[in-house]
């Protein structure tokens, strides 16, 4: 097996008629929110958890494949309960520009 020493030396694995297929962002059919990131420690032992609230005329498939969209590209656990979502730990920043991304309105509310 020969030894690589840079970068450029990995280019000539790849075949010159190679094209790279790009990425494609997953779109939901969810209908534009005016959502609201509450920030809460309440009643979790000092555990931060960041509460989407304000989804209306969402059904229950479409929220849950939101959610696990966001779980997976930030690597948090996280539920659903009455129309709204739960994700742990604060990460209220990236929630909400992934949220922004998808077109929904967000604003800051606590913490």
Do not use: C, W
């Not at 309440?42 to 849950?64: H, M, Q, S, Y």
């Amino acid at each position: 097996m020969k030894k690589f020493n840079s970068l450029d030396d990995l280019s000539s694995l790849i075949p010159k008629d190679y094209k790279s297929i790009p990425q494609v962002e997953v779109e939901s059919n969810t209908p534009k929110q005016h959502l609201e990131a509450h920030y809460s420690v309440k009643g979790r032992a000092g555990t931060p958890v960041i509460i989407i609230k304000g989804f209306n005329g969402v059904n229950k498939d479409e929220l849950k494949k939101l959610s696990k969209s966001i779980k997976n590209r930030l690597g948090i656990g996280g539920s659903i309960k009455n129309n709204e979502v739960y994700f742990q730990g604060n990460k209220r920043d990236q929630i909400i520009s992934i949220l922004k991304s998808h077109g929904h309105t967000v604003k800051r509310i606590g913490g």
